[in-house]
């Protein structure tokens, strides 16, 4: 299986804040702007390995600015790391007003997705290569960002994270 470049599964997409996309307060609502990440961030799953992908977590979202009705919403979509079925996807997300000109960052966020087969089993990915600086430092954290995600699915015990017991203990 040929590894690929994070550059490869890079997804920008764009969308206009209509009425039915807003709540009371004029405002996107979250659960909408999360459907649009999650499309963005399977996208980039898909470009990766070439085959249909399934959303398994989704990391914090905090909100940092508002995105307003007739506001364009921007989302870029890139995996971050791959593991053995499994890929991190980060996403970055802004607000842009196109009658004032000004573009404002919203949030970023972190979706994890697993690569399936015909039968619905999981299936191997390609290893990852990152180009630039921002794309390592987001690579090499990937490894810590799943032992935190495994531990709180359950998934694997705090013992054996060694990513994350490097960052509390000194031995």
């Known amino acids: 299986m040929k590894e690929k470049k994070a550059s490869e599964t890079k997804v920008n997409m764009s969308e206009l804040v209509l009425p039915n996309d807003t709540n009371f307060y004029g405002s ?4 909408r702007l999360m459907y649009w990440m999650d499309i963005a961030a399977g996208i980039a799953a898909g470009k990766h390995c070439n085959f249909s992908c399934v959303t398994v977590s989704v990391d914090n979202i905090s909100f940092e600015a508002a995105i307003k009705l007739g506001h364009v919403v921007h989302i870029e979509a890139q995996v971050s790391r791959s593991f053995n079925t499994s890929m991190e996807i980060h996403i970055k997300v802004w607000g842009e007003d196109l009658t004032q000109q000004y573009k404002y960052r919203s949030n ?4 994890t997705f697993v690569a399936i087969d015909a039968n619905g089993k999981p299936r191997p990915v390609p290893a990852l290569i990152p180009e630039n600086e921002e794309e390592k430092k987001i690579f090499d954290g990937a ?8 531990i709180l699915a359950k998934k694997m015990r705090p013992e054996d994270a060694t990513e994350l017991k490097a ?3 000194h031995e």
Not at 108 to 111: D, F, M, S, T
Not at 143 to 150: A, P, T, V
């Open 28 to 31: 996107l609502m979250g659960g």
């Open 143 to 150: 490894l810590r960002r799943r032992q935190l995600r495994l």
């Open 108 to 111: 970023e966020a972190y979706l």
């Open 167 to 169: 960052l509390f203990t």
